[in-house]
Structure formats: structure tokens, C-alpha cells
């Protein structure tokens, strides 16, 4: 009996399939390729277990490129303190929680699978939640490393059963939706709808660290401007437009009332 890829027992997650092959029950004149592919490595076939071991590869650096982000839009959602508190995270913070938790999973189910001990986990993150929003970038890519490490050397055994299989390709998935979001080698991109101080031109350009732990560059493209400006300026300006834009609109309502 053929065992099939793991992926196609998992609701959540598309099928792995082979290109141009079909099941003979298919009538679809448009698909692909609907033969599921066989699993060639435990319970993963041979393309996820080859991304699995590459997305393990690029874990560390790009959650820790996740958590260097310090400017741009806010998760709401992100709310990891205290009754009747709130922190908003940055969008790029919450992808690197779930990142964590994603792998944590895969660590966890192995354990449960194998009965083996979990990993050593440690106050700077929770497998549950992510991060501490005040966990520096050190404390962050060392945890990781450590999480890397223990999955990395049971990859072997955690992709030869349901639970760890399954959580495995869940992994894959969140770090290809991450690296969508949030690439390694991010490009300049323009800031919509907020005015440089110096020129009034809507000519701002996020620039992204050259290195790791080089400062976030906001600089007006205009040519015959170029102001640097401080990150937390531009979002401080948003904040403004936010709430202007909040206060006409919900004058309008009272008016209409």
C-alpha cells in the first residue's frame, strides 16, 4: 500500500500533487494535476520534506528579521500583558509569534509522538503566546536557536508520524506566508499619504536595514529634498491622519443624525 504525503489528510493545507497527473476519476479539463504524491520521507513527500528542511534553515534569521521591524502597520490583536492593559504589536512582531508557536507545535507534537522530553523552554517566549514584547532581538534569536535545534536533530523521526507530520507542513506553510509578507531582502517602499516636513511632498521612502540591527531609514525621494527622518516621526504623523480622518467621519454620522 502507497502511503500518501501527509498533506493530503491535512483539511487546512492544498494537497500535494503531481503536475500534469490525474486521478483517473478526474474530469476537470482545467486542472493541474490532481495524483496525489506518494510520501517518500516518513509521511512527507520528497518536496515538503526538502522545504521543511529549508524553511528550518532560514528560522532563525527571519524571525529575528521579523522582530527588527519596529515600525509599520499595528495588530490590535497583539495583547500579551496584564489585565486592563494593551500593547499593540507591529504587524511584522505578530508574524514572528506566530512563527514560534508554529515550530513550538511541531517540538511539542514530536514529544508527545515519541514520548520524549519537550524542549527547553525558556521566560523570553511562550509556546502558546510568542514573545515578550520587551524580549530584545539577542534573547529572541537565541530561543529560536534553541527550538531550531531540538526539531532539526528529531526531523528525522517527528516527520514519520501523523501528529509531527502534520504540524511539520503547518510549519512550512507560516514560514511561506512569512517570507510573503515580511521577504529577507526587502526592497525600498513608498509611504502613501503622509507629507515630508521639509518639502510638503508625498515623496517619503522606507528604506530597510542594511545590516542586522541597522536603524529603520525614512528619506524623501524628492530630488531636490532628501530629509532623513526618524521613524517614529512618520508614524506619529499617521496617527494624526488617523485621527482626523476619524473625527470628520464620525461628524458626518452626527450630522446625518
Known amino acids: ?98 512563527l514560534y508557536r508554529a515550530l513550538a507545535a511541531v517540538a511539542v507534537a514530536y514529544s508527545v509522538d515519541w514520548h520524549v522530553d519537550e524542549p527547553e523552554w525558556d521566560i523570553t517566549a511562550s509556546h502558546h503566546q510568542g514573545f515578550h514584547p520587551e524580549a530584545p532581538i539577542e534573547a529572541v534569536w537565541w530561543v529560536t536557536e534553541l527550538l531550531v535545534r531540538y526539531v532539526t536533530d528529531s526531523v528525522e523521526r517527528l516527520r514519520t508520524k501523523h501528529h509531527g507530520a502534520a504540524e511539520a507542513v503547518r510549519y512550512v506553510h507560516a514560514v511561506q506566508t512569512a517570507l510573503h509578507a515580511f521577504p529577507l531582502e526587502e526592497k525600498p517602499r513608498r509611504i502613501r499619504h503622509i507629507r515630508c516636513r521639509t518639502c510638503q511632498h508625498e515623496s517619503l521612502q522606507w528604506r530597510p536595514p542594511l545590516e542586522h540591527l541597522d536603524p529603520i531609514v525614512i528619506q524623501c525621494s524628492n530630488p531636490g529634498c532628501g530629509a532623513l527622518w526618524d521613524p517614529q516621526m512618520v508614524d506619529f504623523d499617521m496617527r494624526v491622519l488617523r485621527e482626523d480622518i476619524e473625527a470628520e467621519l464620525l461628524g458626518r454620522k452626527g450630522k446625518a443624525a
Open 1 to 98: 500500500m502507497t502511503l500518501l504525503c501527509i498533506t493530503n489528510d491535512v483539511a487546512d493545507l492544498r494537497s500535494c500533487t503531481i503536475r500534469d497527473q490525474h486521478l483517473s476519476t478526474c474530469e476537470d479539463d482545467a486542472c493541474t494535476g490532481c495524483l496525489p504524491r506518494p510520501a517518500e520521507r516518513g509521511l512527507l513527500c520528497y518536496s515538503c520534506a526538502t522545504k521543511l528542511d529549508e524553511a528550518l534553515a532560514l528560522t532563525v534569521a527571519l524571525i529575528s528579521h521579523c522582530r527588527s521591524i519596529e515600525t509599520g502597520p499595528r495588530d490590535t490583536s497583539g495583547v500579551r500583558t496584564a489585565p486592563g492593559s494593551r500593547v499593540i504589536l507591529p504587524t511584522s512582531w505578530v508574524q514572528a509569534d506566530t
